[in-house]
């Protein structure tokens, strides 16, 4: 699996976006880019994936450049509820065995 | 609620004492993961079930751990000897071979070693 970098730690207003960055400069053409969430004290929550086009859910969006060497999270109105370490992974979908490498992620911190 | 259960959710023991914990995935859930997860770090993988056969050990699975899922539906992961490098949070995760390629992750279970 391709290494990712993130930034250590982020704030966010309270009702404002929240747009983590991703860098995964190595990854390959059949990796996906994948990210989970793990909010204090509980495991972590898968929020979304993509290949190569921008995918959008109802907890967010996910943008990824057009060389997919970096990727952005976007909580569209973050909340306090969104305070959370975010995890950014880069991986083969092939749904054959699927164990997931983390790196130490993003500590966003949402601030009323 | 039919997410993946762990129990116990919080285990106090002494150093030298074994202990075990429970996963019971989500039902239909054919694969089962642990992990292990030490303060300001991201989870590591341990050990990974398909069904009941266990198919993949990490080199953090020391020979003191060992799991197991008899029937192909809930795990077990027991420490013996337990030493207090073993305190972390273990958690569990299960998936499907149908659908997205995300994991389901349980509460976790975690370990302090006196």
């Known amino acids: 699996d391709a290494k990712t970098t993130q930034p250590t730690s982020m704030d966010c207003a309270e009702g404002r976006a929240a747009n983590l960055p991703c860098n995964h400069s190595t990854i390959s053409g059949n990796e996906y880019v994948y990210w989970y969430r793990q909010i204090h004290s509980q495991g972590p929550q898968y929020i979304i994936h993509?290949?190569?086009n921008n995918e959008t859910n109802e907890m967010a969006s996910l943008i990824i450049t057009e060389d997919r060497k970096s990727s952005t999270l976007i909580l569209p109105h973050a909340t306090l509820r969104d305070t959370a370490v975010y995890y950014c992974?880069?991986?083969?979908?092939?749904?054959?065995?699927?164990?997931?490498?983390f790196g130490t992620g993003t500590k966003l911190q949402v601030i009323p | 609620d039919t997410g993946v259960s762990q129990d116990p959710r919080h285990k106090i023991t002494k150093r030298g004492q074994n202990v075990t914990f429970r996963c019971d995935p989500i039902s239909e859930h054919n694969r089962l993961y642990w992990y292990r997860q030490t303060l300001g770090q991201g989870p590591e993988f341990l050990t990974y079930?398909?069904?009941?056969?266990?198919?993949?050990k990490s080199r953090l699975l020391s020979d003191r751990f060992s799991a197991e899922r008899p029937k192909g539906s809930f795990s077990t992961l027991e420490i013996q000897r337990t030493e207090q490098g073993d305190s972390a949070m273990y958690l569990c995760a299960s998936n499907t071979l149908r659908g997205a390629d995300t994991q389901y992750f349980g509460p976790g279970t975690r370990l302090t070693v006196l």
């Open positions: 993509g290949l190569k």
């Open positions: 079930f398909q069904n009941e056969a266990q198919l993949e």
């Open positions: 992974i880069v991986r083969v979908a092939s749904g054959g065995y699927q164990k997931v490498t």
